[in-house]
Each structure stands twice: as structure tokens, then as C-alpha cells.
């Protein structure tokens, strides 16, 4: 399989044409293949790292065919009791868990694309919800939408400003 994916790779140094072109021949080639999500209110109640093991654990639960093992960028998902292993920079060490990054982001590309048409203003289809200065642009326009999280410093500041305040700062302080 490592020569039919020659050419994936950690999936912040392919482009985005290249990760979408990749993706298909991952999900035919992969064993199994599942995404989990957590949502924004989740994010906010558990914290970002919490929440990613959520969404890990809940890609796991939707797979086909139960795993004997995982192996998996940084983290370990201690309610499974399956062996583990935990790779620092697993997605540059591994090209399983490189795979498993390309097929997430564009995963989350795609839905960022969608929510793009739902939520104007934000540019979600180019800055896939980075803090770039279009991003920062619409929030200080129109202000934080449902699917900004409230426990992110900046939007924890621009909710806190009052409705006497500019929606949000250009840029961050």
C-alpha cells in the first residue's frame, strides 16, 4: 500500500487540491475509514483537547469493522481498551495516521465549504475558519455566529465588549 500512496504525506504540507485528489484512493485503499466530529457547544463545555479525543472516539465507533489497535497522532483515547500507540508527529512518522489527517481536513474542508453558503461573511470556503484577516473582518462586521466557539479568547472579547463595542477587533490585541 506504501507505493499506491507514494505521495501522502501530513496533510499541512500538501495542498488542497492534493489532499482532495488523495483522498479517494485512501478511503478505497484504507482498512476502514471514519470521521468523527465534536460540536461547538462540546468545544466550549470540554475544552479543544477533550473534545478532539471525543471526535476521535466517535470516528472509531462509526467504523465498519472494530480495530485491534490504534495508532494515532499524539493522543490516546484512554476509555478504549484496545492497545495504543501515540505517535508525537505521528502524521510525519506515519503513513497511516498522514492518510487519516488528509481524509480529515478534507473532511473539514468540504464542510467548511457548506457552512460557507449558510454563514456568509466569515470567507469559511477560503480560511476554513482560521483567524485570517478576512475572518477577523466579519466577525468585527457581523459580529460571532453560531459556529464560533464562545470559549475562544478572541470571541470571549468580543462578546464581552457590549453591544456599545465594534462587533470585534480587526486584529487581535
Not at 495508532?71 to 503513513?95: H, K, N
Request: charge should be positive; aromatic fraction near 4%; proline fraction near 9%.
Amino acid at each position: 500500500m506504501r507505493q499506491q500512496l507514494h505521495g501522502v504525506r501530513d496533510s499541512k504540507q500538501m495542498s488542497p487540491q492534493a489532499r482532495m485528489a488523495w483522498e479517494p484512493c485512501i478511503r478505497q485503499l484504507a482498512w476502514g475509514c471514519a470521521v468523527g466530529e465534536a460540536s461547538v457547544e462540546e468545544i466550549d463545555a470540554l475544552g479543544i483537547v477533550p473534545a478532539t479525543r471525543l471526535a476521535m472516539l466517535r470516528a472509531v465507533q462509526r467504523l465498519t469493522q472494530a480495530p485491534d489497535g490504534l495508532l494515532i497522532d499524539y493522543l490516546r483515547l484512554p476509555e478504549l481498551p484496545l492497545p495504543q500507540v501515540a505517535l508525537t508527529f505521528g502524521d510525519q512518522r506515519s503513513l497511516s495516521i498522514a492518510a487519516a489527517s488528509v481524509v480529515a481536513k478534507v473532511h473539514r474542508d468540504l464542510r467548511m465549504i457548506a457552512l460557507d453558503q449558510t454563514h456568509p461573511g466569515y470567507g469559511l470556503a477560503e480560511n476554513k475558519g482560521y483567524g485570517t484577516a478576512a475572518h477577523r473582518n466579519g466577525l468585527t462586521l457581523h459580529g460571532p455566529s453560531v459556529l464560533h466557539r464562545r470559549s475562544f479568547a478572541p470571541i470571549a472579547r468580543c462578546l464581552a465588549a457590549g453591544p456599545l463595542e465594534p462587533a470585534c477587533p480587526s486584529a487581535p490585541p
